[in-house]
């Protein structure tokens, strides 16, 4: 890279839990700039979720964080050519990548469930990952399997 990386900017948490994650993760689900959409979005599914486990003693926040780190890959396999061939390497992951990386699933994975709207999708899916099943739950596992498959090229690592 010819440049130097690029300052990371201050991300302010959010208004009703305070956290800079909740704000990472509206900002991916935000669509078209429209943040508050994304924000109520997101407050909705706390709201079913704290609706839906009412007799456990968890809020929905700590349900939905542990349904991230749930979804969040260790590992990954990045393409690498040497002499002619291409092999899938095994790497670990940046801790912020897996951040995003599990970010990213989740919505994904929401965003083609079927259901009536996106909070409730999206609630889904939080406790589909919190239970470890769900689609990004299996992403997740499908990941670390190509890495335990290709785990003979490691030593192809850069």
Known sequence: MRKSKPKQRIILPDPRFNDTLVTRFVNDLMVDGKKN?????????????????????????????K?????TPMVEVKSRRIGGATFQVPMEVNPRRKTAISIRNMIKFSRQRSGKNMAEKLAQEIIAAYN???????KKEETHRMADANKAFAHFRF
């Open 67 to 71: 349904a991230l780190e749930n979804v």
């Open 132 to 138: 470890e099943e769900g689609g990004a739950f299996k």
């Open 37 to 65: 959409l994304a924000y109520k979005v997101f407050y909705d599914a706390m709201d079913i979720i704290a609706a839906k486990n009412k007799e456990e003693d968890k809020s929905p926040l700590e349900i939905w964080k």
